[in-house]
């Protein structure tokens, strides 16, 4: 990556506010071309920023985080959306796997301490892919929580070391459904059944009426955040 003082005087000169998605992920396409990665738990979100990169002609490198613990929809719906959109999606692996990490800190750590959990599950291996790429894409947008609630549409990932764009991020859940409903996006059948929020099986439940969506995650525990988005 070029010095990263010229990539963010870069980011300081341009109002992204002003960009619709597509357009975000066009510029991002021409200013990092294959340098620029999408990052996709398969959530409705995820899914949506493939088919719209692939509307607009791109082929999205996409990558995605297999913690060995997901669930068996989640690894469906990897292969509908490859079908789909006939696109080879990056498999990202822990470098320890289950077996080795219940010898290293004693088996069901997530339900322990889900944070260490996190950390070599899902934000190791994404430090240690995203160090090759210079820019990521995310599905993340502002009403999912308070703590994304200010989060830029493009700015520097200073907790990775790139540039990150959040096309959707000015979404509501209410667009994200629409456009799902309207392009007929593929998307996990979980999501009917009271998940809004999808992670690892042994982390992820139903959430209840009037709860917040992402209560599901990590019940039990003070944590809404596996720790891969810090804004």
């Given at each position: 990556m070029e010095r990263v003082e010229d990539i963010r005087t870069e980011l300081l000169?341009?109002?992204?506010?002003?960009?619709?998605?597509q357009e975000a992920i066009a510029w991002g396409h021409e200013r990092f071309g294959?340098?620029?990665?999408?990052?996709?738990s398969f959530s409705l979100e995820d899914v949506l920023l493939i088919d719209m990169a692939?509307?607009?002609?791109?082929q999205p490198h996409v990558f995605y985080l297999d913690t060995g613990v997901l669930f068996a929809e989640t690894y469906e719906l990897i292969d509908r959306v490859s079908e789909r959109y006939h696109i080879e999606m990056e498999r990202?692996?822990?470098?320890?796997?289950?077996?080795?990490?219940a010898i290293a800190h004693g088996e069901k750590l997530w339900l322990?301490?889900?944070d260490r959990c996190c950390g070599i599950r899902k934000v190791e291996p994404?430090?240690?892919?995203?160090?090759?790429?210079d820019a990521w894409v995310t599905g993340i947008h502002r009403d999912q929580s308070p703590t994304r609630a200010n989060a830029p549409r493009v700015a520097f990932d200073d907790s990775f070391g790139l540039v990150k764009l959040n096309p959707i991020v000015d979404w509501t859940m209410e667009d994200v459904r629409?456009?799902?409903?309207?392009?007929?996006?593929?998307?996990?059948?979980m999501h009917d059944r009271g998940y809004p929020s999808i992670g690892c099986m042994p982390c992820t439940r139903a959430v209840k009426a009037g709860e917040d969506p992402r209560a599901g995650r990590w019940a039990g525990f003070q944590k809404t955040e596996c720790g891969l988005h810090s804004r």
């Open positions: 000169s341009r109002d992204w506010e002003a960009l619709t998605a294959a340098q620029m990665v999408f990052a996709s692939c509307a607009a002609g791109l990202v692996l822990p470098a320890l796997t289950l077996e080795e990490q322990r301490e889900p994404l430090r240690r892919y995203l160090c090759a790429h629409n456009y799902v409903a309207e392009h007929d996006v593929p998307y996990n059948p």
